[in-house]
């Protein structure tokens, strides 16, 4: 996209404010998520496991509107009922987070019960703390996705978490 800003956290961190303040239950899962264990691989991406009620997807649509967010409610409240992603995109950075409704695939479900919090805490943000996947769970999901895509990225990224986990645990 000519003339946007380089990708940085702003939307991310924006949606999980968002999610903290309306009370929307959600697990931070993926590359976003194995950041938080120490992974030093720059993830412009984030991917969230969302529960959401009707009340949910009305406040989450209302709280990105156009013309600058992409958060169509009619999409959200489909998603979440057939059971497929949706995103939340900001139109003028080109930036986009992907939300996975629970309903869509049980092997969420682990992550999102087991959750923990963890506190991010950057510089010039004040900490706070969000919901986040095991490690384990983190590492369930990169396997996962590898057999779904082929990536070497996420091999390198579990091999680097359970070397993290070592450090910290041994």
């Not at 057999?147 to 390198?156: A, D, I």
Request: aromatic share 10%; glycine share 4%; with cysteine.
């Amino acid at each position: 996209m000519p003339g946007a800003s380089p990708p940085d956290l702003t939307l991310f961190l924006d949606i999980l404010l968002k999610l903290e303040a309306l009370e929307i239950p959600y697990v931070v899962i993926g590359g976003f998520a194995a950041t938080m264990y120490g992974i030093t691989r720059a993830t412009y991406d984030i991917d969230i496991v969302v529960k959401m009620a009707e009340e949910h997807i009305e406040a989450l649509a209302e709280a990105y509107p156009l013309p600058r967010y992409y958060a169509d409610p009619y999409r959200m409240k489909n998603a979440t009922k057939i059971g497929s992603s949706f995103n939340i995109i900001d139109t003028a950075r080109g930036e986009k987070a992907d939300l996975f409704p629970l309903s869509m695939d049980s092997r969420y479900r682990p992550a999102f019960e087991n959750r923990v919090r963890r506190v991010v805490d950057l510089r010039d943000v004040e900490p706070f703390s969000v919901w986040t996947a095991r490690p384990q769970d983190v590492i369930i999901g990169k396997l996962m996705a590898r057999n779904e895509g082929c990536s070497e990225r996420h091999l390198s990224d579990i091999f680097e978490i359970i070397r993290l986990l070592e450090l910290e645990y041994c």
